[in-house]
């Protein structure tokens, strides 16, 4: 048996530490061509109503620097650097290359230049010095970061006094009839359309698995206390399925 | 999150189609870039506040902090009667705006606008239900009120909403006959693909004849 420690999630098998990064980057790999398709499928399109919301829980304004992670292909990325101006600066981040290079061919057909940089990077490690950002926002990634204290303790260090940081992340249904019903779609539905699509039934398994695994509302509350952050505050959206997280760096 | 973003976000939707197939009118609105426009909507205390992208492509938002650059403010059917080209004077509202803070960026943005082919009436009759224009400001009021109800007392309508709409949600059974539904509808989908396929084999044959 492996030190307790030295085990974590990868949905609900119990893998090694260091395998993990591995193997949701191969999950990442094999979905990221059909993964703009299967975010309006499997949200019905709601997932644009959810990242809207937290568009404007960032409150981003003209000049800012803005450090965006785990951004896949970039859906927030692109509503930042329209709103951050010329002025602005917005960086595109992922761990995944696929994923990364994905976001940038349609960032580039969405006449981006200028403000808006691509780098691939790890959220439990940023490569950026401490207070240099006016936002940080990680939209339906954390739960797949293995180490979330270090992401979020990273992302405060990266952070401008005055800065704050999102996490937009799936969350617990608020009540007992939502969990019922959003459960069979989870493991019953979702696997079949992941299939149906992008021919990847497991991948969409692992997805409902680790957001299941992933800290609820008041958990993750507190671990951006942990990390640091003041006046946090949960924003519940679609009955609590996902949770926008809101923290600041005072 | 509320009805509000729903409407937002078709609305967006729709104006950036249109924009798509604009050159002319995304190039005056690109310049605009790291500007924020207010729009606001007389009698309905509606305010919509325009983002527009390097691109041109529009971002609507319903909040923001700190302040607009500028702020527009016109009735819904001067706004409406602005699709109407030969009314419109190049103007949004049909010129029938007043214009606070800076005027080049609203008359810009304006004037972009203006050129746009929006139907503005079809637009809002969407967010308002099919209704004649006149009777725009009063639905939007009511849509307003509606939505603030609803933001209020969201947490605790919300279980409640909840809880009641569950309850004709679907059974099990219909759920399975739904997955075998699913199965059907994949089967259709392939059978389809493979038509097309056949279809564009058959195009491009003819092509390469011709
Ligand atoms: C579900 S996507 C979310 C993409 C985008 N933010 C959105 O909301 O549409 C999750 C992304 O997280 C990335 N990811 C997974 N682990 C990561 C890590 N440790 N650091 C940075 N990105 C990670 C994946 O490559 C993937 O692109």
Redesign the interface.
């Known amino acids: 048996m492996a030190d307790d420690n030295e085990r974590t999630h990868f949905g609900f098998r119990d893998v090694d530490t260091a395998e993990k990064a591995g193997l949701v980057r191969g999950v990442f790999d094999s979905v990221a061509s059909k993964y703009d398709l299967m975010n309006d499928l499997m949200s019905f399109g709601v997932h644009r109503l959810w990242k809207r919301f937290a568009v404007e829980l960032a409150g981003v304004r003209p000049g800012q620097r803005i450090l965006d992670l785990a951004s896949g292909t970039g859906d927030l990325a692109d509503r930042f650097a329209g709103l951050a101006g010329p002025d602005g600066q917005v960086l595109m981040t992922d761990i995944n290359a696929a994923m990364l290079v994905l976001g940038r061919d349609r960032m580039a057909d969405r006449g981006h230049v200028g403000n808006l940089g691509y780098v691939q990077v790890d959220a439990e490690s940023l490569p950026f010095p401490d207070d240099t950002v006016d936002l940080v926002t990680i939209a339906f990634g954390l739960r797949n970061v293995t180490d979330k204290p270090r992401a979020l303790d990273a992302m405060y260090r990266v952070l401008k006094p005055g800065g704050r940081a999102l996490v937009l992340e799936f969350s617990k249904p608020l009540n007992k009839p939502l969990e019922k019903l959003y459960d069979l779609y989870s493991f019953r539905i979702l696997p079949k359309m992941g299939e149906l699509v992008a021919n990847d039934a497991e991948s969409y398994r692992y997805l409902a698995e680790s957001i299941r695994m992933h800290p609820d509302q008041e958990t993750l509350k507190d671990m951006m206390t942990a990390a640091g952050f003041e006046r946090c505050d949960v924003h519940n959206l679609t009955g609590g399925i996902v949770a926008v997280h809101r923290g600041f760096k005072l | 999150?509320t009805l509000r973003?729903?409407t937002?976000?078709g609305l967006e939707q729709a104006i950036n189609r249109v924009l798509a197939m604009d050159p002319q009118a995304s190039a005056k609105l690109?310049a605009l870039?790291?500007?924020?426009i207010c729009v606001a909507l007389a009698g309905t205390g509606l305010q919509l506040y325009f983002?527009?992208?390097?691109?041109?492509?529009l971002?609507l938002?319903?909040?923001?902090?700190?302040e607009p650059d500028c702020m527009l403010t016109g009735s819904p059917i001067d706004l409406a009667r602005a699709s109407d080209r030969e009314q419109s004077a190049g103007q949004l509202f049909g010129g029938h705006v007043r214009i606070e803070g800076d005027n080049a960026t609203a008359r810009h943005f304006s004037e972009a606008l203006s050129e746009l082919d929006i139907d503005w009436e079809e637009q809002l009759s969407h967010v308002t239900g099919d209704i004649p224009a006149h009777e725009i400001g009063r639905a939007i009021r009511a849509l307003l009120r509606e939505t603030k109800r609803l933001n209020e007392s969201a947490?605790e309508n919300?279980?409640e909403y909840?809880?009641e709409e569950?309850r004709v949600?679907p059974h099990r059974y219909e759920?399975e006959d739904?997955?075998v539904d699913?199965d059907q509808l994949?089967d259709d989908?392939e059978r389809l693909a493979a038509r097309i396929a056949l279809l564009e084999q058959a195009e491009s044959e003819g092509d390469s004849k011709a």
Request: glycine share 16%; hydrophobic share 45%.
């Open positions: 999150m973003d729903f937002l976000e690109g870039h790291g500007k924020v983002v527009p992208g390097a691109d041109g492509r971002q938002l319903g909040s923001i902090e700190g947490s919300l279980s909840l809880t569950l949600l759920v739904f997955l699913v994949r989908t």
